[in-house]
C-alpha cells in the first residue's frame, strides 16, 4: 500500500528542515539515517531538479511576493543533497540543475540562493 506524509516546518533553517525530514522519512518507513540507500548507490550520479523558474518577479505581474514562493528554498535543497551524499558514500556525483524560464538571468538567481558553497561540502563532486 502506498504511503503519504505530511511534516510541516515553522521555517527554513537547514536544521529544521533537516528534521522535517527526517520525521517525514520515519513516518514513510524509510531509514532516517539513509533515506535514499535503497535507491541511491556508491558510483550513481544523483540529479536533483529544484523549481529554480525565476530569478526575480516579472514586471508584468501584478502581485510581487518573496521569490520563494516561486523557487525551492536553498535549505531544502540542501537538505535532500546532504541525505544523497550520505547514500553514496564518497562515490558518485551530485548534479543540481533546472531550466529556468527564458527571462530568467542564471547568476542572478545563484547570487539570491547562495547555493555554490555545495559543490565543495561533499566528499563527492556536486555541479550547479
Known amino acids: ?6 511534516v510541516s516546518a515553522d521555517n527554513y533553517r537547514l536544521e ?5 525530514l527526517d520525521t517525514l522519512f520515519e513516518k514513510l518507513g524509510y531509514d532516517r539515517d539513509n ?8 558510483g550513481d550520479q ?6 529554480w523558474v525565476a530569478s ?15 523557487i ?17 558514500k564518497g562515490k558518485g556525483k551530485i548534479i543540481i540543475a533546472d531550466n529556468p524560464s527564458i527571462d530568467a538571468d542564471f547568476d542572478e538567481l545563484m547570487d539570491f ?4 558553497h555545495l559543490k565543495t ?3 563527492v563532486p556536486c555541479e550547479i
Open 1 to 6: 500500500m502506498d504511503k503519504v506524509a505530511i
Open 16 to 20: 529544521t528542515v533537516t528534521a522535517a
Open 35 to 42: 533515506p535514499f540507500g535503497e535507491i541511491v548507490h556508491p
Open 46 to 51: 544523483v540529479f536533483i531538479k529544484p523549481n
Open 56 to 70: 526575480r518577479w516579472r514586471q508584468s505581474c501584478d502581485h510581487v511576493d518573496s521569490l520563494y514562493s516561486v
Open 72 to 88: 525551492t528554498h536553498p535549505s531544502v535543497i540542501e537538505a535532500v543533497a546532504d541525505k544523497v551524499a550520505v547514500a553514496l
Open 113 to 116: 540562493v547562495k547555493i555554490e
Open 121 to 123: 561540502k561533499y566528499d
